[in-house]
């Protein structure tokens, strides 16, 4: 019995054996579930549905210092990026990361509480303070990561030019001229379309420069030393709807991509747009001949390129990974980054010095030092409900289909700034 026993001992240690042997494989295995519990998914929420190819670049060296932290970038359409945004803000959801319109839009949201301070980010000190204050709010605090300067100009088809012997514009005047012998001779001067209004308001922001005389006029209305019913603005207006004329046939009734194809498929010789293009127009069209020239005066004053600092990337406030989102955001501070970014998206970074491999950026930036202006309406008349710039864009809208006139337009900004902006009050 003694000898049965024993053996049975031992038939039961080896059992347990086996078992504690299996029970620490399964606790491996455990582990290594935990490891990918424990790593983390951020979204990231932004407009910029173009870019979705070049933020996985950027995605994927972020990972090679973070592999434990996966990003998924989820744009939605530019028109529709604000009303998703909110709704699901609003509902205490929405993306880890946010792309923060510039300026008041962003900072509406940072003011609602739906975006986390991120006052002593590592690299934040890389950014100049007139950059950084784009999203800073009003108590002093910092809400976002400034991405990129974006600028506006007039984009051109080099071969359509030369085939019509045109050179760019040193005046208004000869801006006109351009735009009448493109038309007498069959060919559509501008690619525009009046559709959406964030187009009006940029657009304006192109023209409007050239006859309130750029920096001088900007810095007296900002402190209420002249308002919207000076005659230099009252003749911006009025350009506007004097340009029309060169606008495609029903350019009521054409959003963004419409004028874009217009323009990379040759339909249109001239594009009056953003810096953001560049790489679009080049994906669209490797062959097509791209110039772009800063805005002529017509008051005899120096070229206008308009300039600002063109979103940021904050943190969702109800985020269950900040700690996560601030390495990101940490990572667009670095002059890796900008690297990346100017190499792949063709635009100027918002980190000082950095160069980009594309002759265009490098002569946009070029630009900026020497003929910057701000982009007025965004950049100090964003505020209101409906803000003085939707208000611009409305009233302009109304314009071109015969239901607003200038005086209109005029008066109805007028009104809505006083309504909110103290230095008109």
């Known amino acids: 019995m003694k000898g049965i026993g024993r053996i049975w001992l031992l038939s039961l240690m080896a059992l347990m054996l086996i078992v504690s042997t299996a029970c620490s494989n399964e606790s491996g295995g455990s582990n290594s579930d935990n490891n990918d519990e424990d790593s983390v998914t951020l979204t990231i929420g932004s407009w910029r549905t173009e870019d979705s190819a070049n933020y996985q670049k950027v995605i994927e060296a972020f990972n090679e210092k973070h592999p434990d932290i996966e990003v998924e970038f989820k744009p939605s359409k530019n028109t529709e990026y604000n ?20 300026y008041a839009p962003g900072l509406e949201l940072a003011k609602a509480g739906y975006v986390e301070p991120i006052d002593g980010l590592n690299g934040l000190d890389t950014f100049p303070d007139e950059t950084l204050q784009a999203s800073r709010g009003e108590d002093g605090k910092q809400y976002g990561v400034p991405l990129n300067l974006s600028t506006t100009q007039v984009f051109y088809n080099k071969a359509i030019f030369k085939e019509h012997g045109l050179e760019e514009p040193k005046s208004w005047d000869e801006f006109i001229a351009i735009n009448e012998k493109l038309k007498s001779e069959g060919v559509t001067p501008l690619a525009f379309g009046t559709k959406e209004g964030w187009l009006l308001s940029l657009a304006h922001g192109i023209f409007g420069p050239a006859h309130w005389g750029g920096n001088e006029f900007v810095e007296k209305i900002s402190k209420g030393e002249t308002d919207f019913t000076s005659p230099e603005f009252v003749k911006s207006i009025q350009v506007m709807e004097d340009l029309k004329e060169y606008f495609p046939n029903n350019s ?174």
Request: hydrophobic share 40%; no cysteine.
């Open 252 to 425: 009521e009734g054409l959003g963004m991509e419409d004028i874009r194809t217009l323009f990379f498929t040759g339909q249109a010789a001239m594009f009056p747009l953003g810096s953001w293009e560049i790489e679009v127009l080049r994906e669209m069209n490797p062959d097509l001949e791209l110039g772009f020239f800063p805005m002529p005066s017509a008051v005899g004053g120096e070229p206008t390129l308009t300039t600002w600092v063109d979103g940021s990337f904050g943190i969702n406030a109800n985020s269950e990974h900040k700690e996560e989102a601030k390495k990101f955001l940490e990572f667009l501070t670095t002059e890796e980054f900008g690297e990346l970014f100017t190499t792949n998206f063709k635009m100027i970074s918002a980190i000082p010095g950095v160069q980009s491999d594309n002759e265009l950026v490098n002569e946009l930036s070029k630009a900026v030092s020497e003929y910057s202006t701000p982009y007025m309406m965004l950049v100090y008349f964003a505020g209101g409900n409906p803000s003085s710039k939707v208000t611009i864009e409305t009233e302009l809208q109304g314009m071109y289909i015969g239901e607003q006139d200038v005086d209109g337009v005029v008066k109805t900004l007028q009104e809505n700034t006083e309504a909110w902006f103290e230095p008109f009050q």
């Open 83 to 102: 009303t998703i945004l909110n709704t699901s803000l609003q509902a205490g959801e929405g993306p880890d990361i946010i792309h923060l319109r510039p």
